[in-house]
């Protein structure tokens, strides 16, 4: 086993874990603290693939600014670690919940079988023209919405803190 394979079964354990730790933690702000350590896995995982910009932007990015957002609107809510979550014990929350992981065991099982082969990166996988290229044709419309879905959880954020005075 080469050394390069260890680091990225290392990284992806490091990374799965960081997830798992997210979603399982009560203290929303310990879960992203979580959730950082995480992107810095993927950020990792980005630079054995050759891809430094996407692990640079990953790194500044996501860890950087989304989770100062995300930060943020955790300490702006301020919610009661006693304040129940009822709509995470509804049947139909549970029922999708359900359904999600068995797709994603699904994928992850044909995926190692090997019936799902990885499509090789290119050679300018993960540079900067590489990047803005995609983002500006093929997927200019999905990072527009993206932008806007941010955009609405701020305002959302903002709206129930002024609700609440």
Do not use: C
Request: aromatic letters at 10%; proline letters at 4%.
């Amino acid at each position: 086993m080469s050394p390069e394979r260890v680091v990225f079964w290392v990284l992806a354990a490091l990374t799965l874990a960081g997830a798992l730790a997210t979603v399982t933690r009560r203290n929303p702000l310990v879960a992203a603290v979580w959730l950082v350590g995480t992107f810095l896995g993927l950020a990792g995982i980005f630079v054995l693939l050759q891809a430094h910009f996407l692990a640079l932007i990953q790194v500044l990015v996501y860890a950087g600014a989304i989770m100062v957002l995300f930060v943020f609107v955790i300490m702006v809510l301020g919610r009661s670690e006693d304040d129940p979550l009822g709509f995470l014990t509804a049947p139909v929350t549970k029922l999708v919940g359900t359904g999600a992981v068995g797709v994603m065991a699904w994928l992850l099982v044909k995926a190692l079988s090997g019936q799902a082969a990885p499509a090789g990166a290119g050679g300018d996988f993960g540079t900067v023209r590489a990047v803005g290229k995609l983002l500006l044709s093929d997927y200019l419309f999905p990072f527009e919405v993206v932008s806007l879905l941010l955009l609405a959880a701020v305002l959302g954020a903002v709206t129930l803190t002024r609700a609440r005075r």
